[in-house]
């Protein structure tokens, strides 16, 4: 469980290889809805911002998509960045 401040978010986020992360600790995606809940659970009213490597195939992020879906936690947040020309 991290250590949040009041209304600071829930960062999960997927690097290129596919691994998954809660802020600061690297769990398994067979728990990632486990873990979520927990997270969730010492952080009520907390948002949850998914971040994903702009290289990561669309298929892991969906699994992940689905991994949280099973939570029931409403209003995740898709962190974005624009590209700019020459990146």
């Known amino acids: 469980i991290s250590e949040l401040k009041q209304g600071d978010p829930i960062l999960l986020s997927v690097t290129p290889d596919g691994r998954t992360w809660i802020d600061k600790r690297e769990v398994d995606r067979k728990e990632l809805s486990d ?3 927990a997270e969730m ?3 009520p009213g907390a948002p949850v911002i998914l971040k994903g490597d702009k ?3 669309y298929k892991v992020v969906r699994e992940v998509i689905l991994e949280v ?3 029931r936690v409403v209003g995740v947040s ?3 960045t624009q590209i ?3 990146e």
């Open 35 to 37: 873990a979520l809940v």
């Open 41 to 43: 659970a010492a952080h």
């Open 55 to 57: 290289d990561l195939d």
């Open 69 to 71: 879906s099973k939570t």
């Open 78 to 80: 898709l962190a974005a």
């Open 84 to 86: 700019r020309e020459g």
